[in-house]
C-alpha cells in the first residue's frame, strides 16, 4: 500500500499570504487528487493532478486560487494562494494503486491543517 | 450525480456495545461503496468496500457493510466495539465507470469505558 507524507502538518498565515503543501509518496502513482476538509463536512475533491498535463479542477475551484505542480511519478504540491479565513481546513493528498480503474484503493496523507488569521 | 448522506454525526456508544453508523446514497448509475476510517491525527483509511458480488462485506478488525440496493444504503456495524475503534468514519461511493469519489459528511465515534 501506497504510504503519503505530507508537508507542513499544520501552520497559520495571514490573510493574503500563500503557503504551498507538499505530497510525497513512496511509490509511482498515475493519479494523485487533492481535497479539502473543512470543519464539519465532508472531503471535497479540488483537482485530479496527473503526470505531465496540467491538473484538472472540480467545479468551484480555479488554478489561480489553487495552482498545482505534479513534476513526477511521486511528489505534487497544492498551493493555496491570496488566502483568506474561508480558506481553514484540512488539505488532503491522496492516490490510487491498483489497474487503474474505478475500483483502486484510495489512499490518503495524513492531511495539512491550515488556519488563516 | 452521487450524493452521500450519513445519518448520524456523532454517535457515542459504550465499550463492547454494538453499534451502527447509518450511510444512504443518491446516484442515478451503478456504484461502488466504500467506509474509510480517520482516527486522530492521521490520514483516512479504507476499511471495507463492496464492489460487487456478495452484499454483506467486512473488515479485519469486526466491522462488517451490508450493500442494500432497494434501500440505497451501505450501513457499518460491529456487534461489540472497542475504545481504540473511537475514529471518525466517511462512507464514499464512486461510479462504475469513474474516478471521483463523493464523500459523506463523517460520523464522529465515540467509545467509552
Known amino acids: 500500500s501506497a504510504v503519503i507524507s505530507q508537508k507542513p502538518s499544520r501552520d497559520i498565515c495571514q490573510r493574503g499570504t500563500s503557503l504551498t503543501i507538499q505530497c510525497q509518496v513512496d511509490?509511482?502513482?498515475?493519479?494523485m487528487f487533492w481535497y479539502r476538509q473543512q470543519p464539519g463536512q465532508s472531503l471535497t475533491l479540488i483537482a485530479t493532478?496527473?503526470?505531465?498535463?496540467?491538473?484538472?479542477?472540480e467545479s468551484g475551484f480555479v488554478i489561480d486560487k489553487f495552482p498545482i505542480s505534479r513534476p513526477n511519478l511521486t511528489f505534487s504540491t497544492l498551493t493555496v494562494s491570496n488566502m483568506s479565513p474561508e480558506d481553514s481546513s484540512i488539505y488532503l493528498c491522496?492516490?490510487?494503486?491498483?489497474?487503474?480503474?474505478?475500483?483502486?484503493?484510495?489512499?490518503f496523507g495524513p492531511g495539512t491543517r491550515l488556519t488563516v488569521l | 450525480a452521487q450524493s452521500v448522506t450519513q445519518l448520524d454525526s456523532q454517535v457515542p456508544v459504550f465499550e463492547e456495545a454494538p453499534v451502527e453508523l447509518r450511510c444512504n446514497y443518491s446516484s442515478s448509475v451503478s456504484v461502488y461503496l466504500f467506509w474509510y476510517v480517520q482516527y486522530p491525527n492521521q490520514g483516512l483509511q479504507l476499511l471495507l468496500k463492496?464492489?460487487?458480488?456478495?452484499?454483506l462485506v467486512e473488515s479485519i478488525n469486526g466491522f462488517e457493510a451490508e450493500f442494500n440496493k432497494s434501500q440505497t444504503s451501505f450501513h457499518l456495524r460491529k456487534p461489540s466495539v472497542h475504545i481504540s475503534d473511537t475514529a471518525e468514519y466517511f462512507c464514499a461511493v464512486r461510479n462504475t465507470g469513474g474516478f471521483k469519489t463523493i464523500f459523506g459528511a463523517g460520523t464522529r465515534l465515540f467509545v467509552k469505558a
Open positions: 511509490s509511482q502513482v498515475t493519479m
Open positions: 493532478a496527473n503526470q505531465g498535463s496540467e491538473a484538472t479542477y
Open positions: 491522496s492516490v490510487e494503486e491498483g489497474a487503474g480503474g474505478p475500483t483502486d484503493t484510495q489512499y
Open positions: 463492496y464492489l460487487s458480488g456478495s452484499t
